[in-house]
């Protein structure tokens, strides 16, 4: 089946730094979008981007990814991060040739600092 | 304005009792979805729905079940809680139509078994 991998559990990084979130996938179907969410303590994730267009960069709220199908990755990064970005971070796929189910990676914690 | 709100937002069972999860929709999207999320594991699909009267088996459905009665409710049940299904649970409605269409998350509901 499908299958998303975020390899790193926990990042840490200073306010004003860039960071990268690693996201990489799996699947055997070719009408596939993949999208991050962001979820704060005791909140709902949330969409921040999504995308189905191979090379293409899509941003918001100061993030950015580009999905590499030739490398099976979709990472999240952000040139600057701030002390608010500071949440757990998932990379998903869904495939609408299979029933629209959201497949969530393990999920990276972002913990920037002073 | 659209929303996906579960009851209760905390519970505490037994072991062996019976634990019911609600979830109603505004958003009128035939899909549904029961998540639970576990540090390391993500948010993994329990159960969904197609519309009312349809439910269906997601990646970890064992010990669970679910009930559509109608477009706007998806409940989660927990016919003998155990310790093991101690979780966040988060309950979400999707468009049909697939595409990059997200997901609507409703606020998660924390279950303790003891």
């Known amino acids: 089946g499908d299958s998303v991998t975020q390899t790193e559990g926990l990042v840490t990084v200073t306010e004003g730094l860039p960071v990268m979130l690693n996201c990489t996938y799996q699947t055997a179907y070719s009408d596939v979008a993949f999208f991050w969410y962001v979820q704060y303590l005791n909140e709902a994730p949330k969409l921040l981007l999504r995308s189905s267009t191979d090379n293409k960069r899509t941003e918001h709220q100061g993030f950015h990814a580009t999905l590499h199908k030739s490398s099976s990755s979709f990472h999240l990064q952000k040139s600057s991060v701030q002390l608010s970005d500071s949440a757990l971070y998932y990379c998903a796929l869904k495939a609408t040739s299979s029933g629209q189910k959201l497949v969530f990676g393990q999920g990276t914690i972002l913990k920037v600092y002073l | 304005e659209a929303a996906v709100t579960q009851s209760p937002r905390n519970k505490v069972a037994v072991t062996g009792g019976k634990v019911t999860l609600s979830c109603n929709q505004t958003?009128?999207?035939?899909?549904m979805y029961w998540y639970r999320q576990d540090t390391g594991h993500g948010l993994r699909l329990i159960h969904y729905s197609y519309g009312a009267g349809s439910t269906e088996k997601g990646d970890i459905p064992d010990g669970y079940k679910a009930s559509r009665p109608s477009q706007e409710n998806f409940s989660l049940i927990l016919e003998l809680a155990t310790p093991s299904q101690t979780s966040v649970y988060f309950c979400a409605s999707g468009d049909a139509k697939g595409g990059n269409s997200d997901y609507t998350f409703g606020s998660g509901t924390r279950l303790l078994v003891i």
């Open positions: 958003n009128n999207h035939n899909n």
